[in-house]
């Protein structure tokens, strides 16, 4: 570990005190051995009006600039040790380790954290070292020898100390001079001080106002020259020279001048709050003690600024703010913080200077503000980013609009409110269109803990004491307060859901149409998206409490229309853009209606398809995923990384669509609680492989149903007579032989899935079903009667019409026009020796690769073919049944 600090030797009091850490512990002569570590300097604001007991220490470490790269790292592992051996004791110590060549030169080593401010600022920086810096021990600063006159010939004047001896080069530190701010820096400061406000407004306020004037005012000398040259004058009062109040005068000077009254009043209370003295509690008894000189000095400024006690009154008894004090002073905070930003950033464009802070740190000082300040819908603002040490509230009362006479849907905060009459006596604290965002609001802000006694008086909805203590304590459990801010990992990636929790049906009896009445519905089906015989939604409204990885708190209230379908697809948006973590979902329903078994249903719902979607940390996952709800039915798939739902009224409807064809393969997964009572077309869609065309059948007395999932995973399916076991299938498997046949002739390269149709029968194992495989051994055996094909012609923007063949015989569309299925039944039936009603198969059909006006399809997808194949023997099968 490097050691030895220079021109520094331990007296008898540190050698004692190292000895009572170790006994035998001796001072060893280091002979002409040069120090490693040059100089330790304590800057900001100990010793100053500005330092109070929630102030932290900052140490400049500076080591000779030869030391290696691995004595560094020691060096900086050391601190931060002593950093965490400080915080053991309560106490905000942060070490800084670099040189002074590097500090010259620019050469930053640590990237921006939470008191590093990496690139930001330069000789900002040291302009405020200058004039607050504490020599430790070690090397004084050059600087002090050059007159404050000469700042601009400085290494002029240094060259001439060392070179005619006046010093001894190693005696002394040169950190450079500040002869004037560069303009390049004023942008990356501001942005700096920004970040800084999110934690600590008050003296951030300060320094940012300074950066602006310093921009301003740049034929002004800085405050550290002005500092040196009234020391050099002389000047040995120290309440004079106090760093603190010599910024303060500037700001004063500067903000007087320009007629800006409301921003020095804010300047005023960020530095008596920052000195952190409450003047109005501090009696004679205080100002003889160790404070004395700092209640003296600040008690001088008031009685110039001319504040009452009143004012002071205030400020000192910050512990008492409220939420509505506390949000105004935030606006004001924000807004003047805001104001300079953009002063800031409009001066280095007008300019054309290059911001003297790195690419890197701006993104990322700027993501911090944005989290911190942005508004955005649904985000849940933080009114108190250290303004106030709590916010917390003994009462609070929630009342409905409606309570007030007035009507309306809102939601009112009050504190202390027992009779509701007392409402229109009462300030409100704040107003919302939903409950929950209220109890989220004052939950994120510290309004409302675990201590509050609540009073909720809900109108005509059903919201409860016991609700919100239940919500509370899901909040409670969801996410901590205050909210912490982001690490500099989390800021340094994309922005990212971490968390969701959704409270169902606040305020909200499912079924109050029959809880009014005193009944309560039962029933064998207790899926909650379709329950009891009338297969209703219980979830009516839908509250979507989120975190993200940048730790900003939103809400989004879902309350009309398919609530949960919204807030699923929201969801999945999110998830999407960044599938390697998977948000967690909690979901939360009070015990009223059912509360719990629809909690368990919508936790299932949501892990069920964020599983199917983004397994394996990646998606989304191409696929069809199919939700019953509410005797409607959702089909779910992602165009992208964009999901989208469509809303299908009826089983029919459900069925066409999941035949439309498909440009790729997508298979179609069920939810849980979907077509429970088509167990085999569940089954099938389990069974589905890409590239495959499946014949699924299931044979119940005198009717078959058929299934056929094609290479690209859509569904048709169809009911028909069995006649005979030995030909249920064969018309369909001739069918699909000559559809794979002239495939493999107008394409070199079939996927050999396609070279044959695999069948299975539908069976019931244990009260599973389950496809059997069974090969067709009789698909190629002559048909009776004769084939019938179809030829499409498509012609301009019209439907698709056929031209058909009956063995040798012709019908064309051109001869028949719309007569033409008729003219084809009269033949079929004139030629059958028996008038049995068998059914009319067609065995061949021909589509134009037009069939859409907008495409030309290359590759026609099998489930297509079926359709047309089944219209048109639909249309003969009428047509014949009359003859009958």
């Known amino acids: 570990m490097p050691y030895g600090l220079s021109h520094y030797q331990p007296d008898s009091a540190a050698t004692s005190a190292a000895r009572r850490l170790a006994r035998t512990f001796s001072i060893r002569d280091e002979g002409k051995r040069r120090a490693d570590i040059e100089a330790l ?59 002074a060549a590097d500090w010259r030169d620019g050469r930053q080593r640590a990237e921006v954290n939470g008191e590093n401010c990496g690139s930001a600022q330069h000789y900002l920086l040291l302009d405020e070292f200058y004039r607050t810096g504490i020599h430790l021990g070690g090397c004084y600063p050059l600087w002090w020898l050059v007159p404050s006159e000469q700042e601009g010939r400085y290494r002029e004047c240094v060259n001439r100390l060392v070179d005619c001896r006046f010093i001894r080069d190693d005696e002394y530190i ?60 002389g000047v040995t009062d120290v309440d004079v020279l106090d760093p603190y109040v010599m910024l303060y005068q500037r700001l004063e000077q500067w903000l007087a001048a320009s007629g800006a009254g409301a921003r020095l009043d804010l300047v005023r209370r960020s530095l008596y709050i920052k000195a952190g003295l409450p003047l109005t509690r501090t009696g004679a008894a205080g100002e003889q003690g160790g404070e004395f000189w700092r209640a003296r000095l600040l008690r001088s400024l008031v009685t110039g600024w001319g504040w009452q006690k ?71 603002e933080q009114v108190n980013p250290g303004l106030a040490p709590s916010l917390a509230e003994e009462n609070l009362a929630f009342h409905h609009q409606s309570e007030q006479g007035g009507g309306g849907d809102g939601w009112l905060l009050y504190r202390d409110l027992e009779d509701p009459s007392d409402a229109f006596w009462q300030p409100v604290i704040r107003r919302s269109g939903n409950l929950a965002e209220l109890v989220v609001w004052c939950y994120c802000n510290g309004l409302l803990t675990r201590s509050t006694r609540l009073n909720v008086r809900s109108g005509q909805g059903g919201a409860s004491i016991s609700e919100l203590r239940e919500m509370l304590d899901a909040l409670a459990g969801f996410v901590r307060v205050p909210v912490a801010p982001a690490e500099r990992e989390a800021l340094a990636l994309g922005i990212r859901p971490l968390r ?10 499912p079924q109050s149409h029959l809880t009014e009445r005193g009944l309560h519905k039962l029933s064998a089906r207790h899926d909650s998206l379709g329950f009891s015989g009338g297969r209703e939604n219980l979830v009516v409204t839908i509250d979507q409490v989120s975190v993200n990885s940048w730790h900003e708190v939103s809400l989004q209230h879902y309350a009309s229309g398919d609530t949960l ?41 949501f892990t069920d398809v964020l599983r199917q979607f983004f397994a394996g940390g990646s998606g989304p996952h191409p696929l069809r995923y199919v939700i019953e709800m509410d005797r409607r039915y959702f089909l779910l798939e992602f165009s992208g990384t ?238 014949l049944e009359a003859f009958r």
């Open 642 to 879: 964009e999901p989208g739902f469509i809303a299908l009224e009826s089983r029919a409807a459900l069925m066409e669509c999941l035949a439309q064809s498909r440009g790729a393969y997508l298979p179609v997964v069920f939810d849980r609680y979907a077509l429970l009572d088509e167990p085999a077309v569940r089954a099938a869609c389990q069974t589905s492989e890409p590239n495959s065309i499946q014949v699924f059948y299931t044979v119940r007395g005198e009717r078959a149903q058929v299934l056929v999932i094609d290479e690209r995973g859509s569904l048709f399916g169809w009911s028909q007579p069995v006649t005979s076991r030995r030909y249920l299938l064969a018309p369909l498997l001739r069918f699909l032989d000559n559809l794979i046949e002239r495939r493999t002739l107008r394409f070199s390269e079939v996927p050999v899935a396609l070279a044959g149709v695999r069948c299975y029968e539908m069976a019931v194992t244990d009260g599973l079903w389950r496809p059997e495989y069974r090969p067709q051994t009789d698909a190629g055996v002559p048909l009776p009667g004769f084939e019938v094909q179809a030829v499409g012609i498509q012609e301009g923007d019209s439907r698709v019409r056929f031209d058909l063949f009956c063995g040798e015989q012709e019908f064309t569309v051109l001869q028949y026009g719309d007569q033409l299925i008729p003219a084809v039944a009269h033949y079929i039936h004139s030629l059958r020796q028996s008038r049995d009603g068998y059914l009319v198969y067609l065995t061949d059909v021909h589509l134009p690769h037009d069939l859409d006006s907008r495409v030309y399809q290359q590759d026609i997808q099998t489930s297509q073919y079926l359709y047309y194949r089944s219209a048109l023997e639909d249309a003969l099968n009428r047509e």
């Open 565 to 605: 379908i919204q807030c699923l697809k929201n969801v999945l948006a999110s998830v999407a853009l960044n599938p390697r973590t998977i948000p967690s979902v909690e979901v939360h329903s009070h015990n009223r209606g059912h509360g719990g078994a629809i909690a368990r249903r919508v936790q299932e719902l």
């Open 41 to 99: 300097f304590l800057m900001g604001s100990p010793g100053t009006l500005g330092h109070s007991v929630a102030s932290d220490l900052d140490v400049w470490l500076c080591h000779r600039d030869d030391l290696q790269e691995l004595g560094v790292r020691h060096l900086e592992r050391k601190a931060q040790r002593l950093t965490e051996w400080a915080s053991s004791f309560g106490i905000e110590l942060h070490v800084f380790v670099f040189s």
């Open 500 to 509: 969701n929790l959704l409270f169902i049906n606040v305020g909200v009896d």
């Open 310 to 380: 009143k004012q002071m009154e205030a400020l000192d008894n910050r512990q008492l703010w409220r939420a509505e004090e506390v949000s105004s002073l935030r606006r004001a905070v924000v807004s003047e913080l805001t104001h300079s930003y953009r002063l800031l950033s409009k001066m280095a464009r007008d300019h054309g200077e290059q911001s003297a802070i790195n690419a890197n740190d701006i993104n990322l000082l700027g993501r911090k503000l944005y989290a911190a300040f942005q508004r955005k819908a649904g985000k849940v």
């Open 174 to 233: 040169d950190f450079g001079a500040v002869p004037a701010i560069p303009a390049e820096e004023f942008l990356g400061a501001g942005i700096w001080q920004l970040y800084k406000a999110i934690d600590a407004p008050w003296k951030s306020i300060l320094k940012i106002f300074l950066i602006e004037c310093y921009a301003q005012t740049q034929e002004q000398p800085v405050l550290s020259r002005v500092f040196k040259q009234a020391v050099f004058s």
